[in-house]
């Protein structure tokens, strides 16, 4: 492809991506359910319009950092810290219901097998897929309706952040079962020097970033020397520790959200993010997704895919929630905000497929699921939250 083509690309999202958003709004929807529609229509499977490049991955990339350093700096900590453990038992319970679901699913439509088989190694491995929470979508959706900094939202956030860390866990031991050369002991053991690591330097950067605020307040050169830093960690996350990008993003947010100016860095990066890179990290969803490649037995699986992938984590969120003794409503919210698949759950489905435990057909059932629970979730929390007074 020209390199000028991505401008011509660029073009096409901004505008459908715009053009939708502002009908879903229209329509007392989420914005960002028009915008992955946006992407589903002039992507491959309807108008072909635009296709899903190496470039538009690594740019939907960048805009889902950005929101989820966003929402960290939009996070308070008290409440973070409050939640904390309350949001670790709903990230295991949110890995361990969907795990056992999608395995169920698996080995009934391809018969149960005996552990230690590849064929049970695969049953397990769709499973696996259902374990990871994007909480990019339920992210923005709270932001867009004022609710991320309340108590129900900060726990959605963290439960869905500890919730990818388990699943990577997951993933490695489950990929150890096929190649024994996989050392599992070594994820864990990464994970903890990563939030170690955010514990050190975190201290440090934000006594960096406190005496910078305090000499250039409401200087541009905050939000600047922020989005370094959230970069830094962003990249330190993935190379150096194997966690995933986003979480580093996160922790980055996390960091600053207490200085002086942290609503001011927020606003500066939401600019970037609503203009360009938001759009194209959702409208990216619907690009990905081909649906001219259903066949009729794929259509029975995924269709199974799909109501299994959103009820177990809404069961399983939800009942431990409740059992948290928040109301019946509010552990709705936290169901379905953890409903969400998106980057991390493509990540792990194509692992599946690089390490051939899954074939390539599985591929269209995840992004079925993402398409999916990334237009229900909006739609669904917009509705729970209809006529509450806005959490500050």
Request: charged share 15%.
């Given at each position: 492809m020209e390199t000028y083509e991505i401008f011509k690309d660029l073009a096409i999202i901004i505008v459908f991506a715009e053009l939708f958003a502002l009908i879903a709004k229209k329509l007392k929807g989420p914005r960002v359910v028009g915008q992955i529609i946006a992407g589903l229509l002039i992507g491959p499977s309807i108008l072909g319009l635009v296709d899903q490049t190496e470039f538009i991955a690594m740019m939907a990339e960048i805009g889902v950092v950005l929101i989820m350093f966003s929402a960290g700096l939009e996070t308070n900590l008290s409440d973070l810290i409050k939640t904390g453990p309350k949001a670790f038992l709903i990230a295991c319970v949110g890995v361990a219901v969907p795990l056992g679901g999608g395995y169920l699913l698996s080995s009934f439509f391809n018969g149960f097998a005996q552990p230690g088989t590849t064929e049970f190694v695969s049953n397990l491995f769709i499973g696996v897929i259902l374990t990871a929470t994007s909480v990019g979508i339920t992210v923005q959706t709270l932001k867009e309706m004022g609710r991320l900094k309340g108590e129900i939202g900060t726990l959605i956030l963290s439960a869905a952040i500890i919730d990818d860390i388990i699943g990577i866990i997951v993933l490695t031991f489950v990929i150890g079962m096929k190649d024994p050369s996989s050392n599992a002991s070594g994820v864990i053991i990464n994970t903890v020097l990563f939030f170690v690591f955010v514990l050190v330097v975190g201290v440090v950067s934000y006594w960096i970033m406190k005496k910078a605020d305090a000499r250039w307040e409401h200087h541009r050169r905050i939000p600047i020397l922020s989005l370094c830093i959230c970069f830094i960690f962003t990249y330190v996350a993935e190379h150096f520790f194997g966690i995933a990008d986003i979480t580093g993003a996160y922790a980055a947010g996390i960091i600053l959200c207490n200085l002086k100016d942290a609503d001011y860095i927020s606003r500066r990066a939401d600019i970037n993010t609503y203009m360009l890179f938001g759009p194209i990290f959702f409208a990216s969803i619907g690009l990905k997704t081909e649906i001219n490649e259903l066949?009729?037995?794929?259509?029975?699986?995924?269709?199974?895919?799909?109501?299994?992938g959103l009820l177990t984590k809404i069961i399983g969120c939800g009942l431990i929630a409740k059992l948290m003794k928040y109301s019946w409503k509010d552990s709705l919210k936290v169901g379905v905000g953890m409903m969400t698949r998106g980057e991390v759950a493509l990540i792990v489905a194509q692992k599946g497929l690089s390490s051939g435990i899954i074939e390539a057909k599985y591929f269209t059932s995840v992004i079925l699921l993402i398409?999916?629970?990334?237009?229900?979730?909006?739609?669904?929390?917009?509705?729970?939250?209809?006529?509450?007074?806005?959490?500050e």
């Amino acid at each position: 492809m020209e390199t000028y083509e991505i401008f011509k690309d660029l073009a096409i999202i901004i505008v459908f991506a715009e053009l939708f958003a502002l009908i879903a709004k229209k329509l007392k929807g989420p914005r960002v359910v028009g915008q992955i529609i946006a992407g589903l229509l002039i992507g491959p499977s309807i108008l072909g319009l635009v296709d899903q490049t190496e470039f538009i991955a690594m740019m939907a990339e960048i805009g889902v950092v950005l929101i989820m350093f966003s929402a960290g700096l939009e996070t308070n900590l008290s409440d973070l810290i409050k939640t904390g453990p309350k949001a670790f038992l709903i990230a295991c319970v949110g890995v361990a219901v969907p795990l056992g679901g999608g395995y169920l699913l698996s080995s009934f439509f391809n018969g149960f097998a005996q552990p230690g088989t590849t064929e049970f190694v695969s049953n397990l491995f769709i499973g696996v897929i259902l374990t990871a929470t994007s909480v990019g979508i339920t992210v923005q959706t709270l932001k867009e309706m004022g609710r991320l900094k309340g108590e129900i939202g900060t726990l959605i956030l963290s439960a869905a952040i500890i919730d990818d860390i388990i699943g990577i866990i997951v993933l490695t031991f489950v990929i150890g079962m096929k190649d024994p050369s996989s050392n599992a002991s070594g994820v864990i053991i990464n994970t903890v020097l990563f939030f170690v690591f955010v514990l050190v330097v975190g201290v440090v950067s934000y006594w960096i970033m406190k005496k910078a605020d305090a000499r250039w307040e409401h200087h541009r050169r905050i939000p600047i020397l922020s989005l370094c830093i959230c970069f830094i960690f962003t990249y330190v996350a993935e190379h150096f520790f194997g966690i995933a990008d986003i979480t580093g993003a996160y922790a980055a947010g996390i960091i600053l959200c207490n200085l002086k100016d942290a609503d001011y860095i927020s606003r500066r990066a939401d600019i970037n993010t609503y203009m360009l890179f938001g759009p194209i990290f959702f409208a990216s969803i619907g690009l990905k997704t081909e649906i001219n490649e259903l066949g009729s037995s794929l259509i029975i699986f995924s269709i199974g895919f799909v109501v299994v992938g959103l009820l177990t984590k809404i069961i399983g969120c939800g009942l431990i929630a409740k059992l948290m003794k928040y109301s019946w409503k509010d552990s709705l919210k936290v169901g379905v905000g953890m409903m969400t698949r998106g980057e991390v759950a493509l990540i792990v489905a194509q692992k599946g497929l690089s390490s051939g435990i899954i074939e390539a057909k599985y591929f269209t059932s995840v992004i079925l699921l993402i398409l999916f629970s990334s237009i229900l979730t909006p739609i669904i929390l917009k509705l729970l939250y209809k006529g509450e007074p806005i959490e500050e």
